[in-house]
């Protein structure tokens, strides 16, 4: 079992920035990919970006050139840096892993506001 926390979500000016973070515990040696996914009211979760675990990296082509994700392996945890925001990016941001042996994790989720 693998359980995900994300954390950094919050209101935002348009053109302003936040970073979002996610801390996997458990069995974290099984995880293969991390990523990020969002949901807008009203909307279907889309794909943000995914990291695998040989650094192969994937962004939706929405986010491509504002954000940046990365990850740190010594502290299980991925990292999107949300730079240049727009309203469209308001949403509720869902951490991802997936193991070796496709199980699917998901975070809670952490609310992004970007006001215009």
């Known amino acids: 079992q693998v359980q995900l926390v994300e954390s950094g979500g919050g209101l935002v000016q348009a053109g302003g920035s936040l970073r979002l973070s996610c801390t996997a515990s458990g069995s974290t040696f099984n995880i293969n990919v991390m990523g990020w996914y969002r949901q807008a009211p009203g909307k279907q979760r889309e794909f943000v970006a995914t990291?695998?675990?040989?650094?192969?990296?994937n962004y939706a082509d929405s986010v491509k050139g504002r954000f940046t994700i990365s990850r740190d392996n010594t502290k299980n945890t991925v990292y999107l840096q949300m730079n240049s925001l727009k309203p469209e990016d308001t949403a509720v941001y869902f951490c991802?892993?997936?193991?070796?042996?496709?199980?699917?994790?998901w975070g809670q989720g952490t609310q992004v506001t970007v006001s215009s």
């Open positions: 990291i695998s675990s040989g650094a192969r990296i």
């Open positions: 991802n892993a997936i193991t070796y042996t496709g199980r699917t994790y």
